[in-house]
DNA sequence: TAGATTGTTAATCGATTAACAATC
DNA sequence: TAGATTGTTAATCGATTAACAATC
Protein backbone atom coordinates (compact mmCIF):
# COMPACT_ATOMS: atom_id res chain seq x y z
CA UNK A 1 0.00 0.00 0.00
CA UNK A 2 2.61 2.47 0.53
CA UNK A 3 6.09 3.02 -1.06
CA UNK A 4 7.79 2.83 1.78
CA UNK A 5 10.36 0.23 0.96
CA UNK A 6 10.36 -2.16 -1.89
CA UNK A 7 12.58 -5.29 -2.05
CA UNK A 8 14.72 -5.00 -5.35
CA UNK A 9 13.95 -8.79 -6.44
CA UNK A 10 10.15 -6.98 -6.70
CA UNK A 11 11.36 -4.31 -8.52
CA UNK A 12 13.20 -6.63 -11.38
CA UNK A 13 9.70 -8.89 -11.45
CA UNK A 14 7.39 -5.64 -12.23
CA UNK A 15 8.79 -5.56 -15.96
CA UNK A 16 8.33 -9.27 -16.32
CA UNK A 17 4.66 -8.51 -15.71
CA UNK A 18 4.38 -5.73 -17.76
CA UNK A 19 5.49 -7.32 -20.56
CA UNK A 20 3.40 -10.72 -20.25
CA UNK A 21 -0.06 -8.16 -19.62
CA UNK A 22 0.80 -6.60 -23.13
CA UNK A 23 1.24 -9.80 -24.57
CA UNK A 24 -2.58 -10.78 -22.47
CA UNK A 25 -3.66 -7.64 -24.01
CA UNK A 26 -2.64 -8.86 -27.76
CA UNK A 27 -4.09 -11.24 -27.47
CA UNK A 28 -7.65 -9.77 -26.90
CA UNK A 29 -8.09 -10.29 -23.27
CA UNK A 30 -9.26 -7.58 -20.93
CA UNK A 31 -9.20 -9.35 -17.27
CA UNK A 32 -6.63 -11.58 -15.71
CA UNK A 33 -6.10 -13.43 -11.86
CA UNK A 34 -2.90 -13.85 -10.42
CA UNK A 35 -3.21 -17.61 -11.65
CA UNK A 36 -3.30 -17.23 -15.06
CA UNK A 37 -0.25 -14.42 -14.97
CA UNK A 38 1.54 -17.08 -12.98
CA UNK A 39 0.90 -19.91 -15.07
CA UNK A 40 2.12 -18.18 -17.93
CA UNK A 41 5.31 -16.68 -16.16
CA UNK A 42 6.16 -19.58 -13.90
CA UNK A 43 5.71 -18.20 -11.17
CA UNK A 44 3.14 -18.73 -8.03
CA UNK A 45 -0.14 -16.20 -8.03
CA UNK A 46 1.23 -15.69 -4.20
CA UNK A 47 4.04 -13.66 -5.40
CA UNK A 48 2.50 -11.88 -8.11
CA UNK A 49 -0.42 -10.68 -5.49
CA UNK A 50 2.17 -9.99 -2.99
CA UNK A 51 4.53 -7.94 -5.67
CA UNK A 52 2.02 -5.83 -6.59
CA UNK A 53 0.41 -4.82 -3.30
CA UNK A 54 3.60 -3.35 -2.76
CA UNK A 55 2.74 -0.41 -4.26
CA UNK A 56 -1.57 -0.50 -3.98
CA UNK A 57 -4.91 -2.64 -4.35
CA UNK A 58 -4.90 -3.44 -8.30
CA UNK A 59 -7.11 -5.68 -7.95
CA UNK A 60 -10.84 -7.14 -7.78
CA UNK A 61 -11.91 -10.32 -5.62
CA UNK A 62 -13.61 -12.39 -7.76
CA UNK A 63 -12.44 -11.12 -11.01
CA UNK A 64 -9.21 -10.69 -11.25
CA UNK A 65 -6.98 -7.59 -12.58
CA UNK A 66 -8.00 -5.79 -15.70
CA UNK A 67 -5.37 -5.55 -18.03
CA UNK A 68 -5.10 -2.35 -19.33
CA UNK A 69 -5.50 -0.75 -15.71
CA UNK A 70 -2.63 -2.53 -14.62
CA UNK A 71 -0.64 -1.75 -17.77
CA UNK A 72 -1.25 1.48 -16.47
CA UNK A 73 0.05 1.34 -12.90
CA UNK A 74 2.87 -0.43 -14.00
CA UNK A 75 3.94 2.05 -16.19
CA UNK A 76 3.49 4.67 -13.77
CA UNK A 77 5.68 2.97 -11.47
CA UNK A 78 8.63 2.30 -13.56
CA UNK A 79 8.45 5.92 -14.50
CA UNK A 80 7.35 5.27 -17.60
CA UNK A 81 5.03 8.17 -18.50
CA UNK A 82 7.72 9.63 -20.37
CA UNK A 83 9.97 8.69 -23.02
CA UNK A 84 13.85 7.78 -21.91
CA UNK A 85 16.43 9.09 -24.41
CA UNK A 86 19.20 6.28 -24.43
CA UNK A 87 22.83 6.37 -25.88
CA UNK A 88 24.79 3.15 -26.82
CA UNK A 89 28.82 3.20 -26.86
CA UNK A 90 30.25 0.78 -29.15
CA UNK A 91 29.05 0.11 -32.66
CA UNK A 92 30.17 -2.88 -33.53
CA UNK A 93 28.27 -5.98 -34.13
CA UNK A 94 26.19 -5.69 -30.46
CA UNK A 95 25.96 -2.51 -30.72
CA UNK A 96 24.43 -1.88 -33.93
CA UNK A 97 21.99 -4.42 -33.36
CA UNK A 98 20.68 -3.27 -29.89
CA UNK A 99 20.91 0.44 -31.93
CA UNK A 100 18.05 -0.64 -34.32
CA UNK A 101 16.73 -3.40 -31.78
CA UNK A 102 12.39 -2.60 -32.56
CA UNK A 103 11.71 -3.59 -28.74
CA UNK A 104 12.58 -0.79 -27.37
CA UNK A 105 10.23 2.19 -28.54
CA UNK A 106 6.70 0.46 -27.74
CA UNK A 107 8.07 0.45 -24.09
CA UNK A 108 9.26 3.97 -23.73
CA UNK A 109 13.01 3.70 -24.67
CA UNK A 110 14.46 5.68 -27.84
CA UNK A 111 18.11 5.30 -28.94
CA UNK A 112 19.25 8.94 -29.85
CA UNK A 113 22.68 8.08 -30.81
CA UNK A 114 25.49 5.75 -30.83
CA UNK A 115 29.37 6.39 -30.84
CA UNK A 116 32.49 4.67 -31.33
CA UNK A 117 36.24 5.44 -31.27
CA UNK A 118 37.30 3.54 -34.72
CA UNK A 119 37.44 5.87 -37.60
CA UNK A 120 36.13 3.42 -39.81
CA UNK A 121 33.24 2.90 -38.08
CA UNK A 122 32.66 6.70 -37.26
CA UNK A 123 30.23 8.43 -39.88
CA UNK A 124 28.40 4.83 -40.82
CA UNK A 125 24.71 5.01 -40.67
CA UNK A 126 22.99 2.32 -38.79
CA UNK A 127 19.16 3.14 -39.40
CA UNK A 128 18.64 6.24 -38.94
CA UNK A 129 21.37 6.55 -36.45
CA UNK A 130 24.92 7.48 -37.25
CA UNK A 131 28.05 6.88 -35.92
CA UNK A 132 29.64 9.45 -34.12
CA UNK A 133 32.69 9.91 -32.40
CA UNK A 134 33.38 9.42 -28.61
CA UNK A 135 34.76 12.61 -28.42
CA UNK A 136 31.36 14.37 -29.63
CA UNK A 137 29.84 12.46 -26.61
CA UNK A 138 30.17 15.08 -23.55
CA UNK A 139 28.51 17.52 -25.69
CA UNK A 140 25.72 15.18 -26.98
CA UNK A 141 24.82 13.44 -22.76
CA UNK A 142 25.15 17.19 -21.20
CA UNK A 143 22.65 18.90 -23.98
CA UNK A 144 19.85 16.00 -24.30
CA UNK A 145 20.74 15.64 -20.41
CA UNK A 146 20.67 11.60 -21.02
CA UNK A 147 20.65 9.27 -17.88
CA UNK A 148 20.76 6.05 -19.76
CA UNK A 149 23.51 4.47 -21.15
CA UNK A 150 24.46 0.94 -23.06
CA UNK A 151 27.58 0.11 -22.95
CA UNK A 152 28.87 -2.71 -26.07
CA UNK A 153 32.52 -1.75 -25.51
CA UNK A 154 35.38 -4.35 -25.65
CA UNK A 155 35.90 -5.76 -21.81
CA UNK A 156 39.38 -3.56 -21.73
CA UNK A 157 38.37 0.04 -22.18
CA UNK A 158 34.53 -0.59 -20.86
CA UNK A 159 35.50 1.08 -17.06
CA UNK A 160 37.18 3.45 -18.53
CA UNK A 161 34.53 4.32 -20.78
CA UNK A 162 31.82 3.65 -18.51
CA UNK A 163 33.67 6.65 -15.80
CA UNK A 164 33.96 8.98 -18.39
CA UNK A 165 29.95 8.58 -18.88
CA UNK A 166 29.27 8.95 -15.21
CA UNK A 167 31.33 11.90 -15.27
CA UNK A 168 29.04 13.29 -18.03
CA UNK A 169 25.97 12.92 -16.08
CA UNK A 170 24.61 8.97 -16.97
CA UNK A 171 23.12 7.58 -13.91
CA UNK A 172 21.99 3.92 -15.71
CA UNK A 173 24.26 1.84 -17.30
CA UNK A 174 23.24 -1.64 -19.19
CA UNK A 175 26.83 -2.94 -19.26
CA UNK A 176 27.58 -5.97 -22.33
CA UNK A 177 31.07 -5.76 -21.33
CA UNK A 178 32.52 -9.28 -19.95
CA UNK A 179 33.63 -7.24 -16.83
CA UNK A 180 32.58 -6.11 -13.16
CA UNK A 181 32.39 -2.15 -13.71
CA UNK A 182 33.30 -0.32 -10.20
CA UNK A 183 31.35 2.79 -10.20
CA UNK A 184 30.26 5.27 -7.37
CA UNK A 185 27.10 3.51 -5.66
CA UNK A 186 24.36 5.94 -6.68
CA UNK A 187 24.94 5.01 -10.89
CA UNK A 188 22.85 1.88 -11.62
CA UNK A 189 24.88 -0.80 -12.96
CA UNK A 190 23.42 -3.85 -15.08
CA UNK A 191 25.23 -6.88 -16.55
CA UNK A 192 24.22 -8.85 -20.04
CA UNK A 193 26.52 -11.42 -20.85
CA UNK A 194 25.79 -14.46 -22.49
CA UNK A 195 28.69 -16.71 -20.94
CA UNK A 196 27.88 -16.97 -17.43
CA UNK A 197 24.24 -17.92 -18.55
CA UNK A 198 25.58 -20.45 -20.77
CA UNK A 199 28.18 -21.47 -18.32
CA UNK A 200 25.07 -22.33 -15.49
CA UNK A 201 23.36 -24.18 -17.74
CA UNK A 202 26.29 -26.20 -18.59
CA UNK A 203 26.48 -26.64 -15.19
CA UNK A 204 22.85 -29.00 -14.88
CA UNK A 205 23.41 -30.46 -18.34
CA UNK B 1 32.22 -30.72 0.83
CA UNK B 2 29.51 -32.43 -0.77
CA UNK B 3 27.41 -31.84 -3.81
CA UNK B 4 24.78 -32.81 -2.32
CA UNK B 5 22.48 -29.79 -3.42
CA UNK B 6 23.54 -26.72 -3.79
CA UNK B 7 21.11 -23.22 -4.16
CA UNK B 8 20.73 -22.14 -7.61
CA UNK B 9 22.02 -18.62 -6.89
CA UNK B 10 24.99 -20.28 -5.79
CA UNK B 11 25.97 -22.09 -10.09
CA UNK B 12 24.74 -18.41 -10.53
CA UNK B 13 27.55 -16.67 -9.01
CA UNK B 14 30.47 -19.22 -10.40
CA UNK B 15 31.01 -17.85 -13.48
CA UNK B 16 31.41 -14.38 -12.51
CA UNK B 17 34.01 -15.66 -9.96
CA UNK B 18 35.48 -17.92 -13.23
CA UNK B 19 35.37 -14.76 -14.80
CA UNK B 20 36.87 -12.58 -12.22
CA UNK B 21 39.74 -15.48 -11.88
CA UNK B 22 40.26 -15.13 -15.63
CA UNK B 23 40.94 -11.13 -15.28
CA UNK B 24 43.35 -11.51 -12.07
CA UNK B 25 45.04 -14.12 -13.75
CA UNK B 26 45.64 -11.96 -16.95
CA UNK B 27 46.70 -9.43 -14.42
CA UNK B 28 49.85 -11.81 -13.73
CA UNK B 29 48.70 -12.32 -10.35
CA UNK B 30 49.21 -15.94 -8.94
CA UNK B 31 47.09 -15.75 -5.59
CA UNK B 32 43.79 -14.19 -4.42
CA UNK B 33 42.57 -13.91 -1.18
CA UNK B 34 38.36 -14.04 -0.42
CA UNK B 35 38.34 -10.12 0.35
CA UNK B 36 40.20 -8.82 -2.57
CA UNK B 37 37.69 -11.33 -5.06
CA UNK B 38 34.87 -9.72 -3.20
CA UNK B 39 35.77 -6.11 -3.63
CA UNK B 40 36.64 -6.75 -6.92
CA UNK B 41 33.39 -8.14 -7.88
CA UNK B 42 31.28 -6.37 -5.36
CA UNK B 43 30.28 -8.97 -3.11
CA UNK B 44 31.21 -10.16 0.27
CA UNK B 45 34.34 -12.01 1.33
CA UNK B 46 31.65 -14.45 3.25
CA UNK B 47 29.10 -15.04 0.25
CA UNK B 48 32.64 -16.18 -2.06
CA UNK B 49 34.13 -18.57 0.68
CA UNK B 50 30.69 -20.17 1.18
CA UNK B 51 29.72 -20.44 -2.38
CA UNK B 52 33.32 -22.44 -3.08
CA UNK B 53 32.55 -24.54 0.20
CA UNK B 54 29.81 -26.26 -1.30
CA UNK B 55 32.24 -28.32 -3.80
CA UNK B 56 35.59 -28.54 -1.44
CA UNK B 57 38.00 -26.28 0.29
CA UNK B 58 40.21 -24.68 -2.58
CA UNK B 59 41.78 -22.10 -0.60
CA UNK B 60 44.63 -22.01 2.47
CA UNK B 61 44.42 -20.05 5.51
CA UNK B 62 47.01 -16.94 5.48
CA UNK B 63 47.52 -16.71 2.09
CA UNK B 64 44.05 -17.28 -0.22
CA UNK B 65 43.54 -19.34 -3.32
CA UNK B 66 46.08 -20.60 -6.10
CA UNK B 67 44.50 -18.38 -8.81
CA UNK B 68 45.22 -21.11 -11.71
CA UNK B 69 44.16 -23.68 -9.57
CA UNK B 70 41.09 -22.16 -8.51
CA UNK B 71 40.11 -21.63 -12.44
CA UNK B 72 40.60 -25.12 -13.17
CA UNK B 73 38.77 -26.20 -9.61
CA UNK B 74 35.54 -24.14 -11.30
CA UNK B 75 35.88 -25.15 -14.96
CA UNK B 76 35.43 -28.60 -13.73
CA UNK B 77 32.61 -27.68 -11.60
CA UNK B 78 30.79 -26.38 -14.64
CA UNK B 79 31.71 -28.99 -16.73
CA UNK B 80 34.18 -27.29 -18.99
CA UNK B 81 36.45 -29.65 -19.25
CA UNK B 82 35.04 -30.25 -22.92
CA UNK B 83 34.33 -28.21 -25.60
CA UNK B 84 30.20 -27.55 -25.91
CA UNK B 85 29.27 -27.08 -29.21
CA UNK B 86 25.97 -24.67 -29.63
CA UNK B 87 23.83 -23.12 -32.25
CA UNK B 88 22.36 -19.79 -32.99
CA UNK B 89 18.42 -20.26 -34.24
CA UNK B 90 17.55 -16.36 -35.94
CA UNK B 91 19.91 -14.94 -38.31
CA UNK B 92 19.09 -11.46 -37.18
CA UNK B 93 21.15 -8.93 -36.30
CA UNK B 94 21.57 -9.75 -33.01
CA UNK B 95 22.01 -13.88 -33.87
CA UNK B 96 24.63 -12.73 -35.86
CA UNK B 97 26.30 -10.50 -33.17
CA UNK B 98 26.38 -13.31 -31.48
CA UNK B 99 27.85 -15.67 -33.99
CA UNK B 100 30.87 -14.38 -34.20
CA UNK B 101 31.21 -12.74 -30.69
CA UNK B 102 34.55 -13.32 -30.01
CA UNK B 103 34.60 -14.10 -25.67
CA UNK B 104 32.99 -17.81 -26.73
CA UNK B 105 35.78 -19.55 -27.61
CA UNK B 106 37.76 -19.25 -23.92
CA UNK B 107 35.19 -20.34 -22.23
CA UNK B 108 34.23 -23.93 -24.07
CA UNK B 109 31.38 -22.65 -26.42
CA UNK B 110 31.75 -23.18 -29.53
CA UNK B 111 29.03 -21.84 -32.34
CA UNK B 112 28.81 -24.56 -34.89
CA UNK B 113 25.96 -23.47 -37.00
CA UNK B 114 23.21 -20.41 -37.08
CA UNK B 115 19.75 -21.32 -38.80
CA UNK B 116 17.06 -18.75 -40.04
CA UNK B 117 14.07 -19.12 -42.49
CA UNK B 118 14.35 -15.68 -44.17
CA UNK B 119 15.80 -17.12 -48.14
CA UNK B 120 17.62 -14.01 -48.29
CA UNK B 121 20.00 -14.60 -45.79
CA UNK B 122 20.17 -18.22 -45.79
CA UNK B 123 23.59 -19.31 -47.86
CA UNK B 124 25.16 -15.91 -46.16
CA UNK B 125 27.92 -16.11 -44.43
CA UNK B 126 28.61 -14.99 -41.17
CA UNK B 127 32.24 -15.37 -40.14
CA UNK B 128 33.25 -18.64 -41.07
CA UNK B 129 29.62 -19.81 -40.80
CA UNK B 130 26.83 -20.14 -42.97
CA UNK B 131 23.28 -19.38 -42.38
CA UNK B 132 21.16 -22.36 -43.03
CA UNK B 133 17.30 -22.85 -43.17
CA UNK B 134 15.74 -24.12 -39.82
CA UNK B 135 14.76 -27.05 -41.81
CA UNK B 136 17.92 -28.78 -42.06
CA UNK B 137 18.04 -28.03 -38.02
CA UNK B 138 17.05 -31.54 -37.06
CA UNK B 139 19.48 -33.60 -39.19
CA UNK B 140 22.33 -31.18 -37.62
CA UNK B 141 21.38 -31.03 -33.90
CA UNK B 142 20.88 -34.75 -33.96
CA UNK B 143 23.73 -35.67 -35.91
CA UNK B 144 26.14 -33.54 -33.60
CA UNK B 145 23.92 -34.40 -30.48
CA UNK B 146 23.79 -30.25 -29.81
CA UNK B 147 22.34 -29.64 -26.24
CA UNK B 148 22.82 -26.07 -26.08
CA UNK B 149 20.79 -23.27 -28.15
CA UNK B 150 20.36 -19.83 -28.47
CA UNK B 151 17.50 -18.09 -29.57
CA UNK B 152 17.26 -14.69 -31.32
CA UNK B 153 14.20 -15.21 -33.25
CA UNK B 154 11.39 -12.79 -33.08
CA UNK B 155 9.09 -13.17 -30.19
CA UNK B 156 5.94 -14.32 -32.43
CA UNK B 157 7.51 -17.47 -33.29
CA UNK B 158 10.09 -18.32 -30.30
CA UNK B 159 7.92 -20.90 -28.29
CA UNK B 160 7.38 -22.56 -31.40
CA UNK B 161 10.77 -22.46 -32.72
CA UNK B 162 11.88 -23.69 -29.20
CA UNK B 163 9.55 -26.78 -28.84
CA UNK B 164 11.16 -27.79 -32.12
CA UNK B 165 15.11 -27.29 -30.26
CA UNK B 166 13.43 -29.28 -27.46
CA UNK B 167 12.40 -32.39 -29.79
CA UNK B 168 15.64 -32.34 -31.60
CA UNK B 169 17.47 -33.37 -28.50
CA UNK B 170 18.32 -29.48 -26.87
CA UNK B 171 18.28 -29.35 -23.55
CA UNK B 172 19.45 -25.77 -22.70
CA UNK B 173 18.22 -22.26 -23.79
CA UNK B 174 19.26 -19.12 -23.82
CA UNK B 175 17.08 -17.30 -25.01
CA UNK B 176 16.90 -13.35 -26.36
CA UNK B 177 13.18 -13.17 -27.75
CA UNK B 178 10.68 -11.13 -25.32
CA UNK B 179 8.47 -13.74 -24.12
CA UNK B 180 8.57 -16.33 -21.33
CA UNK B 181 9.41 -19.53 -23.13
CA UNK B 182 6.69 -22.29 -21.99
CA UNK B 183 9.04 -25.72 -22.05
CA UNK B 184 9.14 -29.35 -19.85
CA UNK B 185 10.84 -28.34 -16.75
CA UNK B 186 13.95 -30.33 -17.17
CA UNK B 187 15.38 -27.99 -20.19
CA UNK B 188 17.27 -25.43 -18.99
CA UNK B 189 16.39 -21.85 -19.95
CA UNK B 190 17.69 -18.42 -19.50
CA UNK B 191 16.48 -15.58 -20.68
CA UNK B 192 18.18 -12.49 -21.90
CA UNK B 193 16.32 -9.17 -22.54
CA UNK B 194 17.62 -5.54 -22.57
CA UNK B 195 14.08 -4.15 -21.83
CA UNK B 196 13.32 -5.82 -18.51
CA UNK B 197 16.89 -4.15 -17.31
CA UNK B 198 16.07 -1.03 -18.38
CA UNK B 199 13.06 -0.59 -17.35
CA UNK B 200 14.09 -1.79 -13.75
CA UNK B 201 16.85 1.37 -13.52
CA UNK B 202 14.26 3.64 -14.56
CA UNK B 203 12.27 2.78 -11.28
CA UNK B 204 15.22 3.62 -9.37
CA UNK B 205 16.22 7.01 -11.42
C1' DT C 1 -26.58 -16.55 -3.73
C1' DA C 2 -22.36 -19.44 -4.88
C1' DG C 3 -17.89 -19.24 -6.81
C1' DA C 4 -13.81 -16.96 -7.59
C1' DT C 5 -10.14 -14.26 -6.41
C1' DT C 6 -8.21 -10.51 -4.07
C1' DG C 7 -4.92 -8.25 -0.37
C1' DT C 8 -2.68 -9.32 3.76
C1' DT C 9 -1.02 -11.68 7.80
C1' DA C 10 1.57 -15.21 9.82
C1' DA C 11 4.43 -19.31 9.10
C1' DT C 12 8.01 -21.26 6.62
C1' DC C 13 11.80 -21.54 4.20
C1' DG C 14 16.28 -20.29 2.48
C1' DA C 15 20.09 -17.24 1.87
C1' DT C 16 23.42 -13.96 3.78
C1' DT C 17 26.34 -12.41 7.32
C1' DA C 18 29.11 -12.51 11.43
C1' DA C 19 32.19 -14.72 14.13
C1' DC C 20 35.90 -17.61 15.22
C1' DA C 21 38.75 -21.78 15.83
C1' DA C 22 41.98 -23.86 12.82
C1' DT C 23 46.08 -23.31 10.40
C1' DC C 24 49.13 -21.71 6.75
C1' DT D 1 56.24 -16.52 16.04
C1' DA D 2 52.67 -12.95 14.45
C1' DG D 3 49.53 -11.91 10.87
C1' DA D 4 46.42 -13.30 7.57
C1' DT D 5 42.88 -15.84 5.86
C1' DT D 6 40.46 -20.00 5.41
C1' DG D 7 36.14 -23.21 6.07
C1' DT D 8 32.26 -23.68 8.87
C1' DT D 9 28.82 -22.97 12.40
C1' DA D 10 25.27 -20.31 14.34
C1' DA D 11 22.63 -16.03 14.17
C1' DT D 12 20.32 -12.91 11.42
C1' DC D 13 17.93 -11.31 7.92
C1' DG D 14 14.79 -11.35 4.10
C1' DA D 15 11.89 -13.51 0.73
C1' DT D 16 8.39 -16.94 -0.46
C1' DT D 17 4.39 -19.48 0.51
C1' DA D 18 0.14 -20.80 2.69
C1' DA D 19 -3.97 -19.59 4.44
C1' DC D 20 -8.08 -17.04 4.87
C1' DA D 21 -11.31 -13.26 5.80
C1' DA D 22 -13.16 -9.84 2.81
C1' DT D 23 -15.75 -8.99 -1.13
C1' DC D 24 -16.75 -8.67 -6.04
Redesign the interface.
Known sequence: MKDDFVPDVV??R???Y???LN?LAKEGLHTVSSKVMAA???TTAAQIRKDLSYFGGFGKQGSGYQIYDLIEQLQK????DHV?Q?VVVGA???G???T??Q??AS???EIVALFDVDPKLVGTQVGSIAVRHVDEMEDELKNLGI??A?LTVPGGVAQEVAEKLVKFGV??I?NYA???L?LPEEV?V?H?D????????????
Open positions: ISLPLLQEHRLGILNMWVGDLRALHYGFQGIKIIRALPVSMHQIPVPHIQKMMYYL
